[in-house]
């Protein structure tokens, strides 16, 4: 007898391999059988007509805090997701001495929109080292599995102190003790090292994050250090400003190392290189030996903008700005008022200190042309003739009026879609090709993250229902999505004991009904620890979600089973022999 059958499902087992119709087998917390089961099971589950996958694993997270505090590990495990890595863009919360935990949670608060005052509150700060955060995180049985980076902001606080600041330029001795604090953070379990070079990412206070102006000494030299230890990845965002050759030096630390280092691919109106140049100038470096790989979204990266979100056109304006420290019931009966409205829209939006980030700023508060209005019927591929401007026009209404409106439908809870990145072209055609690449990978959801702008977590999601299933411009095959979901995310990482379903490896499965796949309403939580919100949005579709051979999820709701935990470095696979 099986301690579990999963019974006449259409497997799409993660190589890439056509769907085929089988049982499978789970005996503790491993698949033992994918095939004709003929035994019973101490609990079986009636697959026919549906979708079995194996969990996903979402490589770009920020639950460094969240995973302190959190079980259920909400929204990623909404959404089948079974392993997340954190750690991403160098922020996190280890090493850490205790006079730079608010510098950290400031740091964290700017670059990712994670309240710091649910951080301050939520974290123990049971911990000053690296591994001792690992340790921490270890305590705690959760639905998914978690892994993380060692991140770059909170290693140069640790060795910097008050120096650090934007451009400080570390000794080769700070270099030494930095490489070194990676290394034993590798050796304790972290799975790599992370840092972030872009203008896009700051502290609460302005500032730049500190690995925007690392030079290419310090990051080689921590480079370095994970090939020491002999595995781990290199994970960076970064505008690639053409001076500072980012590609030449990311391809010659992994022609040293022998690692992988793996960078946010995006059309962003940061970046000096368009995405086509990214690319070509990535594959330049891995046709000359290295392992380069490129982390890929599969939508907009944007914005989803409401009155009570962190960012809507007119957060700026000096009437908004003066209700600050109104609650949201007081703000309301304002904006419902009429002369509270020709005021707002009769003034003009205060300019941000940063002047770098003006292009931006200016997209958010005027850019019409851009917005989108998130209706039920809402798709992450909206046309021109769907914008804010272009549906003001009709309406006979100015951007800003219409937007005011929308913003106030459903009691004040309306929401605007703005794609910042990766929407230049007004569709998401250049994802086709790169979506059959071996050189990239599906990422950038920022589960836990920019909880009061977007919910990219439903990834993996939106990949099943949009591009495999409704998407008219073009679709992709479910085999694809899942291996891409499943295999390619965990390989890279070096999680090679799950992804796949085959005897031997992790019980992490979905059991997916795809004619009910489909995202929810996004709505705005204030769950958080200290009142913090938080943009969420569930999924229908999701019949079972097993962990480790434990149901986590059935129908969308969560379980009392908490098998998941710790991954501590690469891992990998026992080879069973299938049997009854």
């Known amino acids: 007898m099986h301690d579990l059958v999963i019974r006449g499902g259409t497997v799409v087992d993660g190589t890439g391999g056509a769907p085929f119709v089988a049982d499978v087998a789970i005996d503790g917390d491993r698949v033992s059988l994918v095939g004709t089961v003929t035994a019973q099971g101490r609990e079986e589950i009636d697959a026919a007509g549906k979708f079995v996958t194996p969990g996903f694993v979402d490589v770009h997270t920020h ?62 700060w049971n911990w000053e080292t690296f591994p001792e955060y690992l340790d921490e995180l270890e305590r705690m049985p959760r639905t998914v599995d978690v892994a993380t980076h060692v991140p770059h902001g909170a290693v140069r606080a640790y060795v910097l102190g008050d120096r650090e600041k934007p451009g400080a330029v570390p000794t080769d001795d700070e270099i030494d003790q930095m490489s070194q604090i990676v290394e034993d953070g590798l050796k304790a379990g972290a799975l790599g090292f992370s840092t972030s070079r872009t203008i896009l990412h700051r502290s609460i206070d302005g500032e730049l994050v500190p690995g925007t102006t690392a030079t290419k000494e310090e990051l080689i030299g921590i480079g370095r250090a994970m090939g020491r230890v002999g595995y781990g990845v290199f994970e960076m965002a970064s505008d690639l400003n053409k001076e500072w050759d980012e590609f030449g030096w990311m391809g010659d630390l992994s022609r040293e190392t022998g690692l992988p280092v793996t960078f946010a691919a995006l059309q962003s109106i940061a970046k000096e290189q368009s995405l086509d140049e990214q690319i070509s100038n990535m594959r330049a470096e891995n046709d000359n030996g290295a392992n380069i790989v490129a982390q890929i979204a599969l939508r907009g990266n944007g914005i989803v903008m409401a009155w009570q979100g962190t960012v809507h056109p007119f957060v700026r304006h000096p009437s908004w700005m003066a209700m600050e420290d109104l609650s949201w019931d007081k703000k309301y009966a304002r904006l419902k008022d009429p002369a509270f409205k020709a005021q707002l829209l009769g003034e003009s939006a205060e300019m941000p200190e940063q002047v770098d980030i003006v292009p931006v700023f200016m997209i958010i508060t005027q850019g019409w042309p851009v917005q989108f209005e998130m209706d039920l019927d809402f798709n992450y591929e909206p046309q021109a003739d769907e914008s804010i401007a272009s549906r003001a026009a009709a309406a006979g209404k100015s951007g800003a009026e219409y937007a005011y409106d929308l913003m ?118 204030f769950d958080l620890p200290a009142g913090g919100k938080r943009l969420l949005q569930k999924a ?41």
């Open 408 to 525: 106030m439908a459903d009691d004040g809870k309306g929401f605007i879609y703005l794609p910042l990145l990766n929407y230049m072209d007004g569709n998401l055609d250049f994802l086709e090709t790169l979506q059959q690449a071996d050189d990239t990978v599906n990422s950038l959801s920022d589960g836990g993250a920019h909880c009061g702008t977007i919910c990219d977590a439903a990834s993996p999601t939106f990949m099943l229902e949009y591009w495999v299933k409704n998407r008219e411009r073009g679709t992709i095959s479910i085999e694809n999505a899942i291996k891409r979901q499943c295999l390619d995310t965990s390989r890279l990482y070096g999680l090679n004991d799950r992804g796949v379903l085959k005897p031997g490896y992790l019980a992490d499965v979905n059991v997916i009904d795809m004619e009910r796949i489909k995202l929810g309403k996004p709505w705005l939580a």
């Open 540 to 580: 229908d579709g999701y019949d079972y979600t097993i962990k480790s051979g434990q149901v986590t999820f059935k129908g969308g709701v969560v379980t009392d089973k908490r098998p998941g935990g710790l991954i501590r470095g690469p891992q990998m696979v026992e080879m069973l022999e299938a049997a009854e």
């Open 63 to 124: 639950y460094d805090g969240q995973a302190t505090w959190d079980d259920e590990m909400a929204p990623s495990s909404w959404h089948g997701i079974t392993t997340v890595v954190m750690g991403n863009c160098g922020v996190g919360f280890a090493p850490a001495r205790p006079d730079r935990h608010e510098w950290l949670i400031n740091l964290m608060e700017g670059v990712e929109d994670i309240p710091g005052t649910a951080l301050a509150e939520g974290m123990s």
